[in-house]
């Protein structure tokens, strides 16, 4: 199209044309500018056809051509964000009251580890020096790993199904209540090479599920990470000092950890672990109550029919074992005070536990 013939106001106004139709942000700014460059009367189509009659007769043929391909152009560009802007107008939303043609173009959010699955790399990354590897079992168990073989008695009341999820169809088959079924899978595995590997030690994080109602601090799905190591005269002090040193590596150098008493079918002794609170050091606060402690794991020496179960001699072998609930600690630290909170997804939660750029 040559547009030499036209005078440079016109010419000027068409260079501008497609960007002023993408900045008009409703029908109302598009109609002005129609009337701009086709209106009947003024516009730049009209006074293009004034032009067109007081041309010399040889220049009509061209610059005619010339006028028709600019307002064709024009009226077609006008349809199209005409159709655009009623369609955004009827989702309610506003297509282009936010372009600016100076701004940035918006960035796709990236992914990122979600803050569950930042602590549990956190706390294998923790271990894995100590020569523990990661190991990981099905959610869905039998009931011969999830209790039998973890001297949990016939009659205890985890194995009621009030507590358990079983599946109707499937005898004896349910959703793992904690990941120590896992130890008994991996004692049985490597029962045979025992000798050979001199112990056994792994991590085993995952998740677990509970009839829980949901709640602020209870969900029927959580995570859990186990721990375990077995080998010759293991005594509560290698626990001790083992834990010690995970939760310093965890929490920071003022770290401490407490043992007290407790009870667990598959462990004896059983103790439940306290780190001194990582928020206030000691000095006390709400999220340890003023205690200066919170608990924080449930540990033990491995009970010699855990073993004996698997194929181990417990005369030969001993080992200790613990587990941590994940959102427990993840909430503690990050003092959030609903645990649906981690699994609601809302990003701008995500963004605050530094899970998002
Ligand atoms: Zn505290």
Redesign the pocket.
Known sequence: MDLTLLPPDITAAHSGFELAVAACADLDALMRLKGEFTGRDGSHAARMMDLLKTAPKEQKRELGAAINGLKNAWEESIKKRQSELEASKKRGTSLASSWDPDLPPPMPAHGARHPLNRLMDRLVDVFRPLGYHVEEGPETETEAHNFDGLNIPEDHPARGSADTFYFAAHEGKLLRTHTSPVQVRVLKRLAPDIEKLGGIRFLAPGRVYRKDEIDPTHSPMFHQVEGMLVGHNIGMHHLKGTLAYAMKALFGPAADVRFRPSYFPFVEPGCEVDVR?P??G????R??KGS?W?EILGAGLVHPNVLRFAGIDPTIWSGFAFGMGVERTAMMVSQTPDLRLFFENDQRFLKAMGGLD
Not at 282 to 285: E, V
């Open positions: 609170c928020l206030c000691g000095s006390g606060c999220v340890c200066g919170v």
